[in-house]
């Protein structure tokens, strides 16, 4: 079992940034990809970023150039720095990790951006 504890979010207006920390723990040693998936009113959850342990890193297109995630092996956490915000990306944010190909998530974190 993995258990994710983020933090950051918030209320934000357009063009501004925002953090996201995501804390890790549990069968730790086992964590493959960690990142982050949005869920929008009335929309499907869908992928923002993800980070494999090697560092290897995939963005949606909607947010290249805008956020950039990170991680850190020795403490468990992956964050996302995300910059020049939009309306569109108001969404429930959510953590997730990837561990002997089953997912695990967070509580999710609301992102509003106000235009």
């Known amino acids: 079992q993995v258990q994710l504890v983020e933090s950051g979010g918030g209320l934000v207006q357009a063009g501004g940034s925002l953090r996201l920390s995501c804390a890790a723990s549990?069968?730790?040693?086992?964590?493959?990809?960690m990142g982050w998936f949005r869920q929008g009113s009335g929309k499907t959850r869908e992928l923002v970023a993800h980070?494999?342990?090697?560092?290897?890193?995939t963005y949606a297109d909607s947010v290249k150039g805008r956020f950039t995630i990170s991680r850190d092996n020795a403490k468990n956490t992956v964050s996302l720095q995300m910059a020049s915000l939009k309306p569109e990306d108001t969404a429930v944010y959510y953590c997730?990790?990837?561990?002997?190909?089953?997912?695990?998530w967070g509580q999710g974190t609301q992102v509003t951006v106000s235009s």
């Open positions: 997730a990790a990837n561990s002997a190909g089953q997912y695990y």
């Open positions: 980070i494999t342990s090697g560092g290897w890193i």
């Open positions: 549990g069968s730790i040693f086992s964590i493959n990809v």
